[in-house]
């Protein structure tokens, strides 16, 4: 069994090296959880693994069955539709000592584990798009064959790119996809619209842009960080017949609230119709 304090020493294999599987592989190698000789990645082409080897500095192969084989963690960083393609071609490949961590949205762990036909412990995450700056949220869940070792493993690996919880119903991953993977989409929007709001009274546009998204991101950072509940921060900046008051009047008057409670709603329901 792996253990966490010999991490260092793992030997992982990252499947798919485009934004998340790239991403990981940087923050792994530059927060020294793994060193880069004990890290390897794949991509489809001969050419993206050239580039993807001089941008984050390790070996990197089109070769997904060398890189398993050699592998004491797998992490299959590729597309939904692209997976069931990689599992057959590493099925012979794979072994029950082997830890799986796969990212790819609307793939259950029950999915993986009958494709391999082996009891082999699978972890499924969702990352977000964040990762990219380490200010990532990711959302981990057990497979039948996962151990709690097996989950702070995974732990380890995706706090290095941001925050990290793990959840036992697997049922609950179309919500998690529909909110923190879908949700930094939904938050860019509400930045490009409070700039353009800044815009329409006189602010230039890239200082529009600054206001809204530091705005956006020191209020998440007090929401996660004080532990209070967002309408008692909100309140703490609504002062009485004041401009927020205001503002957040204009906000309800075009109905905000059940505007983004039906989005994570539908977001959900489409996640549960691609996991079918």
């Known amino acids: 069994m792996l253990a966490i304090t010999m991490l ?8 798919g090296l485009g934004k998340i599987g790239g991403a990981l592989a940087s923050s792994l190698v530059r927060n020294r959880i793994v060193s880069k000789e004990n890290l390897l990645g794949t991509t489809g082409h001969r050419d993206s693994a050239l580039e993807a080897a001089k941008r984050y ?11 398993v084989a050699d592998a004491q963690i797998v992490i299959l960083a590729v597309k939904p539709q692209t997976m069931k393609r990689v599992l057959t071609e590493i099925k012979e490949a794979i072994r029950e000592d082997q830890l799986v961590i796969t990212l790819a949205a609307a793939r259950t762990t029950r999915f993986i584990e009958e494709m391999l036909q082996k009891a082999i412990p699978v972890v499924r995450a969702m990352p977000n798009t964040p990762c990219l700056v380490n200010a990532g949220m990711t959302v981990l869940c057990p497979g039948r064959y996962a151990t709690k070792e097996h989950l702070e493993i995974a732990r380890e690996i995706f706090a290095s ?3 990290v919880a793990v959840i036992d119903n697997e049922e609950l991953m179309d919500a998690v ?20 709001g800044g815009v329409k009274v006189g602010l230039p546009r890239s200082l529009s842009t600054m206001l809204a998204a530091q705005s956006l991101l020191g209020a998440a950072k007090m929401v996660l960080e004080t532990g209070e509940h967002p309408a008692k921060l909100k309140d703490e900046v609504t002062t009485p017949a004041g ?13 905000i609230r059940v505007t983004l409670i039906k989005t994570v709603d539908r977001a959900t329901e489409k996640s549960k119709e691609l996991s079918q």
């Open 161 to 163: 790119v941001g925050l």
């Open 57 to 67: 500095g390790i070996k990197a192969v089109t070769d997904n069955v060398r890189a």
């Open 177 to 196: 996809t529909a909110l923190s993977g879908s949700g930094p989409a939904y938050a860019y929007i509400m930045i490009e619209a409070l700039a353009e």
């Open 8 to 15: 260092k020493g793992t030997k992982i294999a990252i499947i």
């Open 243 to 255: 401009v927020t008051i205001d503002g957040i009047m204009a906000l309800e008057d075009g109905g």
